[in-house]
């Protein structure tokens, strides 16, 4: 039996296996990272914030003048993303192929029932529930995606581009005005606490010099519990890969001491 082939391959695919397993392990660590930041920063109350490190908990409310649209369905919020992907051949199947993406956010306030404070949302980080997915052809999308493609100058790019009709696939996700957020970062004084007139926040929250800013939209319990099941995942999965990797090395020592 020849096994040349096997010993060229069989080394490939071991070290294919190597490097994903090093990525979901590099994952589950960024994943606990936040989650024992998540746990160690202690949840208060708007009245009673300081500058430094901080975890609140409250309603979004928008600054006036303040609001975006979201791009599909066409709701207020103060922040969206949205992604398109196209149907694409490969071998004898298809998969959805990003094709577009993109975000966009502004400041809101942060209100309990003790006030509001100032988030400063366009350098935060945001992980928002998913809202909307729907596939279309490019020539037959509803209203809302249809005004947001002409907008952004990309039907004529959909339409023109591929020879054959293709599907689409549009997702959405958005925080609106009254939604529930989480929010994690650092407290400052605000610079201007009577800039805008129904808000008159005392402290601004934004990203510290060696931090970020998270906002989830989801309570700090439901996001915990999601945090502790991804990084369970993430390091099964790193562990399969790395013992399907040894194997692999294993055995085109064996195929190679053959030879």
């Known amino acids: 039996m020849d096994y040349s082939n096997l010993s060229m391959i069989i080394p490939l695919g071991a070290g294919i296996l190597t490097v994903i397993g090093a990525l979901f392990f590099f994952h589950a660590r960024r994943i606990v990272m936040l989650k024992d930041k998540i746990e160690k920063t202690r949840s208060i109350l708007v009245r009673g914030i300081t500058e430094g490190p901080v975890s609140l908990e ?7 003048r303040g609001v975006l649209k979201s791009p599909f369905l066409r709701r207020d919020c103060v922040y969206y993303s949205y992604a398109i992907k196209r149907l694409a051949p490969k071998e004898f199947t298809n998969y959805w192929k990003p094709y577009r993406r993109g975000s966009k956010a502004v400041d809101f306030y942060l209100e309990d029932e003790t006030g509001k404070a100032l988030i400063n949302g366009q350098k935060a ?4 529930s998913e809202e909307f997915t729907s596939t279309y052809f490019a020539d037959n999308v509803p ?5 947001f493609l002409k907008e952004s100058r990309l039907v004529e790019k959909l ?7 293709r599907e689409f696939r549009f997702s959405e996700a958005s925080l609106a005005p009254g939604s ?4 994690l970062g650092y407290a400052t004084k ?14 601004l929250v934004r990203g510290g010099l060696n931090n970020q800013l998270f906002i989830f939209s989801r309570h700090k319990v439901n996001l915990l519990s999601a945090l502790g099941v991804q990084y369970r995942k993430s390091l ?15 055995i085109s020592l064996i195929i190679f001491l053959k030879i």
Do not use: C, Q, R
């Not at 980080?125 to 928002?128: A, G, H, L, Q």
């Not at 339409?159 to 054959?164: G, I, P, R, Y």
């Not at 099964?236 to 294993?250: D, K, M, P, Q, Y």
């Open 58 to 64: 409250g309603k979004v409310v928008p600054i006036a």
């Open 143 to 147: 209203g809302g995606i249809g005004a």
């Open 236 to 250: 099964t999965l790193g562990a399969v890969s790395f013992v399907l990797g040894i194997a692999a090395l294993v």
């Open 125 to 128: 980080v945001f992980d928002v």
């Open 159 to 165: 339409t023109k581009a591929f020879t054959l009709p």
């Open 190 to 203: 605000n610079p201007h606490p009577k800039k805008s007139p129904e808000g008159k926040a005392s402290y």
């Open 180 to 183: 529930w957020a989480y929010v």
